[in-house]
């Protein structure tokens, strides 16, 4: 069994999609990050810094936080959605990277200043370099169905972000290849059914079967 620690944010959303699409059975923990549960005691014991996601495995005991080591992790357990070539793995994890490095951070700062009056320097900043992100991503989909060749964690990793963008007002009419990929991915059932489990279960404890996130 996992033990899930997630929350209503393109990383928490990131968990839970890759628990449905693996099928492994997983106990999700909504924790309530605008009330600060997040620096709670008990969750720093389980990561010190203060942030979600985290698991852990109850088959093993080990406790995982930063969504790209929790996204290989569950992989290499799964035995899915990450290349044993070593060709190929080494193209996922580059975009993993690039999402976690780039595509993140810099949607992150975007959203901040979008929230913020009288800083229009820095908004502008920001939405220039996610739009050049977007530009990257599309321009690598132009020839290929999913960002490193197969489905892998690299694309789990960058959808909860690519559909944040359009919530706070981006838009992908410009990069038509991204766009594609975009409604290809969020049509799947576990995508469908990972991002309703951060807001379906706020507060509380939800418990999923291999059988019903299969």
Known sequence: MIEAYTAHT?????????LEE?????????????QGEQHAAWFRRLNPN????????????RVVW???????YLAEKAGRLLPADPAARLDVLQWLFFQAG???????????????????????????EVLR?????????????????????????????????QKWGL???????LHQWYARLAARPAVVHGFAVPTSSQGETATITTGENA
């Open 50 to 61: 203060g942030k979600i996601p985290v698991i852990q495995d109850t088959d093993t005991g």
């Open 133 to 165: 992100l977007l530009g990257v991503l599309d321009g690598a989909l132009q020839e290929q169905t999913y960002i490193a060749g197969t489905y892998s964690i690299a694309d789990i990793a960058l959808l909860p972000w690519i559909r944040a963008l």
């Open 171 to 177: 838009t992908l009419d410009d990069f038509s290849h």
């Open 10 to 18: 393109p990383n928490g959303r990131k968990l839970a999609i890759m």
């Open 66 to 72: 930063e969504s790209g080591p929790i996204l290989i």
């Open 22 to 34: 693996t099928g492994l059975p997983y106990r999700a923990r909504i924790l309530d990050i605008a």
């Open 102 to 128: 780039s595509l993140g951070p810099m949607s992150g700062q975007f959203n901040h200043f979008r929230l913020r009056e009288g800083e229009p320097h820095a908004l502008a900043r920001y939405r220039t």
